[in-house]
């Protein structure tokens, strides 16, 4: 009975490893976690674009009348869960990992750098500082989070392409498949 177990698990359930139990992935499973790491630091990159247009706009109308308190939304914690599951996926030849892993690297390094770049900005107007140095040190932060902002975008598009170079290996272009044809289209 055993010898069968054995056999069915490697027919049907060919993503583990019976003997120690250890889940390996697919090239598609590990593509997927760089993809939803790369759509979670959007998601992230874009909640602080937002609370840095509101307070920009904020920033505009303080300096016209001098009026009123600025204020700025939390960023919040910074999370690394998407980061370290596609840090983690296997299934990929070692240079596709390393050329994977090397840019989601690089995206996470940003996106780390525009957290600890907006949180200063942050602790800048919940101290009121502003008021004494008529914001020049937020004039600084901006022009900061503006130029990390657009290297983001650009690592992002890097990131992208090397995924879907990886993608194309694994599933090359088949006119006669329904799903390929209306991808390309």
Known sequence: MQPFL????LLFLPSIVVAGNI???SPQQSLNAHVAFMNHSVDEVMHRFQMIQTYYNDVQRYRQTKNGPLR?????????????????????TAAEKQ??????????????TI???????????RLNDYQRDNL???DVLLAELERLFTQFRLVKDTLYKQIQQIYRHYQPYAPN????????D
Do not use: H
Request: one cysteine or more.
């Open 6 to 9: 054995r056999l069915f698990c």
């Open 23 to 25: 889940v390996q992935t």
């Open 72 to 92: 700025i939304s939390s960023s919040g914690p910074l999370d690394d869960y998407y980061f370290q599951k596609a840090m983690a996926g296997g299934g990929l």
């Open 99 to 112: 050329a994977l892993n090397a840019g989601s690297t690089s995206l996470w390094q940003l996106l780390t």
């Open 115 to 125: 957290d600890q770049t907006s949180k200063p900005l942050e602790t800048y107007v």
């Open 136 to 138: 020049k040190q937020s």
């Open 177 to 184: 498949n329904a799903y390929l044809y209306t991808e390309r």
